[in-house]
């Protein structure tokens, strides 16, 4: 049986796909200082609150109805939902324990 060059490049990058897949395991939150962190774990939350609290920072130096001002304004309310979320889930798994 004879495969073409197109469907050896196929299978490669399947198969490399697959390979990078496996290494790289269960998907991690990135933080602001670059260390890669569980997305359920209190360093995460602490990650997102400082997130946050720069956010605020920067949204509060443009004035009203601006676009830098509604894009901060949308990017906060994404951060404060995640913060929430992980502040539930990290609350029930104390709990639980």
């Known amino acids: ?3 073409s060059k197109c469907q050896l490049r196929q299978i490669i990058k ?4 697959f390979l990078i897949q496996e290494s790289v395991g ?5 933080c602001m200082d ?5 997305p359920s774990s209190q360093a995460c939350h602490d ?3 400082g997130r946050i609290e720069d956010a605020v920072h920067h949204r509060n130096s443009h004035s009203c109805g601006t676009e830098n001002r509604i894009y901060y304004n949308g990017l906060l309310k ?3 939902q995640k913060r ?3 502040a539930k889930s990290l609350a029930f798994s104390q709990e639980a324990e």
């Not at 269960?26 to 990135?30: A, D, N, Q, S, V």
């Open 34 to 38: 670059g260390t890669m962190v569980d």
């Open 14 to 17: 399947e198969e490399y796909d």
């Open 26 to 30: 269960p998907e991690l939150h990135r």
């Open 1 to 3: 049986m004879k495969i």
């Open 84 to 86: 929430n979320r992980l």
């Open 47 to 49: 990650d997102i609150v």
């Open 78 to 80: 994404g951060l404060r």
